[in-house]
């Protein structure tokens, strides 16, 4: 015989953890599969990371943060960069060295992988100013970032949270150093 309270309980277990999973989803903790090597060597390619959607209601973006984003050219895609210029930021990139506000930034997350050799068209860039709620964001493996070097300034409200973790591999647990 089926006892029809026992099924009405797990039925309702199994509705709030549902909706509980997608109110946390929504609005305060994803996670998020990182696909190329634009972010080598902080982030690796298949990393899984947590990524907190509830910072940026209380705090404001800030250098160094690595956030992610609704890609400005398509928005169904996400992408990951490291956050280099805040609102009102000159930054301009002359043979690969960024500059902010005219003063070298010292970056050493920031890695150059060119096979190919030679200059690329992201190696000298600006200067640009930062426009009020932009950023502009950037790949540490330099070389194989497509970035605000090449698509522009990332609009604030694109921005999804801050990435915080890895939780995938095991070998790689723990928190992301910005």
Not at 43 to 51: A, E, N, P, S, T
Not at 155 to 178: C, L, M, Q, T
Request: hydrophobic share 45%; aromatic share 14%; net charge neutral.
């Amino acid at each position: 015989m089926i006892d029809w309270n026992a099924v009405k309980e797990y039925a309702e277990v199994v509705i709030i953890a549902l909706i509980m999973a997608l109110i946390i989803r929504t609005f305060v903790v994803q996670a998020f599969k990182i696909p190329s090597g634009s972010m080598l060597e902080t982030l690796q390619i298949g990393d899984h990371i947590l990524v907190n959607k509830f910072k940026y209601r209380f705090t404001r973006v800030k250098r160094g943060d690595i956030i992610v984003f609704e890609y400005p050219v398509n928005p169904k895609i996400d992408f990951i960069k490291r956050v280099i210029g805040l609102p009102g930021d000159v930054v301009r990139v002359i043979e690969k060295k960024v500059y902010l506000n005219g003063q070298p930034l010292d970056e050493p997350y920031a890695i150059f992988r060119d096979a190919k050799g030679g200059t690329n068209e992201g190696d000298n860039f600006g200067p640009l100013t930062v426009p009020d709620d932009s950023y502009f964001v950037m790949g540490d493996n330099r070389d194989e970032s497509y970035d605000s070097r090449f698509w522009g300034v990332l609009s604030g409200e694109a921005v999804k949270g801050n990435a915080f973790f890895i939780y995938w591999p095991i070998s790689r647990f723990g928190r992301i150093d910005h």
